[in-house]
């Protein structure tokens, strides 16, 4: 049987030409949006987003790329863009009748709503970002041997070929190391729903590629247009980080503030698997970022 969250209805919503999101829609009242990260789906939310839906109508898709949503070829560098992902999202929006909603992600669900909400200022009311910090800001942070812990960035970022046959080649093996090293409470992703991510990832190897290598082109392009322009985040932003800017030597909170003039930072003490180690704290702090 496969893994749903409780109370919600799973089902696939078109949101551009020729590619669906599948998505778990629950709840009533506001919209709010939960984007998941890497190497998961939507399911990463399985415990925040029946507490949000008392509250919200509270949408969770899995990412163009990602699950069971659609995986177009990166026939162009802007397939698998933020600027792309983040349209996604505004599509999924208006397939459900919703103007403007609330919008959380979760590493490179981070990345897209970080991206909408720079590109469709007027649909995110609030934005909650969880354990990145922006894609041009990541490049720069990472130097010398403290850049090792993101290998895969550099790794997916080469070439269309040698990524996709290694990772290929040891799927589970690459995908269940992030799982693992990641995670401060290995019990928190329990047997089956990490079978369940694996499997998800072992489908979608090429999608994942194209997105991570959307990140050192494309992605660094857009940010760097929009940092160059001025443009910042008009809405209110919650940040909540590992204390990771700490251990390779920069202040996440100050790279943060450039970027969001209404800005909340907070870090935790729970690895960077947040919403399924730390459930009640994410969910209060997302509570509390759309009363602002």
Excluded at 279 to 287: N, S
């Amino acid at each position: 049987m496969s893994i749903t969250i409780p109370g919600f209805e799973t089902r696939p919503i078109q949101v551009a030409d020729g590619v669906e999101l599948n998505a778990a829609v629950g709840g009533e009242g506001p919209a709010l949006v939960l984007l998941h990260g890497f190497p998961q789906t939507h399911l990463m939310w399985r415990h925040v987003a029946p507490v949000l839906a008392g509250h919200h109508t509270v949408v969770c898709p899995d990412l163009r790329g990602y699950g069971a949503s659609g995986k177009p070829e990166a026939v162009t560098e802007d397939t698998y863009s933020k600027r792309t992902m983040a349209a996604d999202v505004v599509g999924l929006a208006d397939a459900l009748g919703f103007d403007r909603f609330a919008l959380v992600g979760h590493d490179r669900g981070a990345h897209v709503a970080f991206r909408a909400g720079l590109d469709h200022p007027h649909r995110i009311s609030h934005l909650g970002i969880l354990d990145i910090v922006p894609t041009l800001d990541t490049w720069k942070v990472l130097h010398g041997a403290g850049a090792a812990v993101a290998f895969h960035l550099y790794l997916m970022a080469q070439p269309p070929g040698l990524p996709e046959r290694m990772i290929a080649g040891s799927a589970d093996a690459f995908f269940g190391h992030f799982l693992d090293i990641w995670s401060a409470n290995p019990e928190a992703i329990p047997a089956d729903v990490r079978a369940e991510y694996l499997r998800a990832c072992r489908g979608a190897v090429a999608s994942i590629v194209a997105d991570y290598r959307a990140t050192a082109t494309v992605d660094i392009e857009h940010d760097q247009a929009d940092l160059d322009a001025g443009n910042r985040l008009t809405m209110p932003v919650t940040v909540v980080q590992q204390d990771w800017g700490r251990q390779l030597g920069f202040d996440a909170a100050a790279i943060w503030r450039p970027w969001a003039g209404d800005l909340q930072h907070f870090t935790t003490q729970a690895g960077h698997f947040m919403a399924e180690e730390a459930p009640e704290d994410i969910a209060t702090l997302i509570l509390d970022l759309v009363k602002r």
